[in-house]
């Protein structure tokens, strides 16, 4: 099969094989990519339109247990500044948030002990008194099947946690001994079975990924068949020992979202703050290539550049205002329209084989 027979197949079956996708991935030309745009865009505007979900991200702490090798925030950077918002911290992100119009809040952080379930069990039914109309996404890592369980009863609707690649060898150059690639698969089914809308996703152009890794994601992602898939380029961070590596490339980012979008039409796809930052207009591109969900910041302004994973990082000097202002304009640049909705996951009726 050539480069248009693979894109009419995902297009018209929602499918390709491993060798179809690392062929596509390996030698897709520039038409191609245009052809494959333009059909992902086709798919996302038959589900959402010219609508664009909103959710408000608030990074309650920089601390994490783990030692990711790509990540900024990992424990063994002595240079990264340490921060944790209070309850209080967190309720007045959300107040802000839901006067600018946000119906979804994600609370995003490294793996921190301090946040325990009995905390954020309390904080997450205060969210829901206050804003019964608004969705909670939890990020914050692998825990115990137990503690998923409590934070579903009390209230969280959805859950992120990035698979980051699904080839256990590559997991294994990427994170330390003690980071097991099976639980945190393991992880991404429970929160399925419990009842989440959940999101996977993972890191393009991170150290030594092959394009294999990248049809294994794919592949790995239809599979689970989960409700989000966030993606974003692999970008640097200083104080890493990947500091020397380059960024992942926005050609290929695109790629991928427009891939994912055809494999999987009614997921929730992000045009991620990674790709706003290696290109002035990588959002805006994100959603010409099928994406549908941006995510501006509604952390406090004095701790956004210390929650810092990767380098360059932008929007950490605006106020929430500010960022979800500039991305309106942005949005309607492009003929799209951010909207006040919880913008759950549909299905509509796909032809899924
Ligand atoms: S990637 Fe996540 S889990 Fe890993 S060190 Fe960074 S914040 Fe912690």
């Known amino acids: 099969m050539n480069c248009n027979e693979i894109i009419n197949k995902l297009k018209t079956t929602q499918n390709a094989d491993k060798d179809e996708l690392i062929y596509l991935l390996d030698n897709i030309t520039d038409d ?75 609370l995003q952080g490294g793996e921190d002990s301090h946040f325990t379930d009995d905390m954020l069990c309390e904080l997450i039914g205060e969210i829901k008194q206050r804003y019964p109309d608004c969705a909670i996404t939890l990020s914050l890592g692998e825990r115990s099947f137990d503690s998923l369980q409590r934070l579903y009863n009390a209230g969280a609707d959805r859950y992120l946690l990035r698979h980051e690649t699904a080839c256990k060898a590559h997991y294994e150059r990427l994170h330390p001994d003690g980071m097991s690639f099976d639980n945190r698969v393991n992880t991404l089914y429970k929160l399925k079975e419990i009842g989440y809308q959940t999101g996977a996703g993972f890191m393009v152009g991170s150290p030594f990924q092959t394009t294999e890794n990248l049809a294994d994601d794919l592949l790995f992602i239809k599979k689970l068949k989960p409700q989000m898939c966030g993606i974003g380029p692999f970008v640097p961070h200083k104080d890493t020992d990947y500091r020397d590596f380059e960024h992942g490339s926005l050609e290929l980012t695109l790629t991928l979202l427009s891939i994912i979008r055809l494999m999987n039409p009614d997921i929730l796809l992000p045009a991620t703050t990674a790709l706003g930052t290696i290109d002035f207009r990588g959002r805006e591109l994100g959603i010409l290539h099928g994406a549908n969900v941006v995510m501006p910041n509604l952390s406090p302004s004095e701790h956004r550049k210390d929650y810092s994973l990767y380098d360059n990082k932008i929007c950490t000097g605006e106020e929430a205002a500010e960022c979800l202002v500039c991305l309106k304009n942005r949005m309607r640049s492009i003929g799209y329209e951010i909207v006040n909705s919880r913008g759950d996951y549909r299905q509509l009726n796909n032809k899924e084989k």
Do not use: H, M, P, W
Request: glycine share 6%; with cysteine; charged share 30%.
């Open 32 to 106: 191609e990519r245009e052809t494959l745009r333009k059909n992902a865009q086709e798919v996302a505007q038959e589900r959402f339109g010219n609508k664009i979900f909103i959710r408000g991200l608030i990074e309650i702490s920089s601390f994490c247990k783990n030692d990711c090798f790509y990540c900024g925030i990992r424990r063994s950077n002595k240079n990264a500044v340490r921060y944790r918002l209070s309850a209080e911290d967190i309720l007045s992100c959300c107040d802000k948030g839901y006067a600018l119009g946000f119906r979804t809040f994600v």
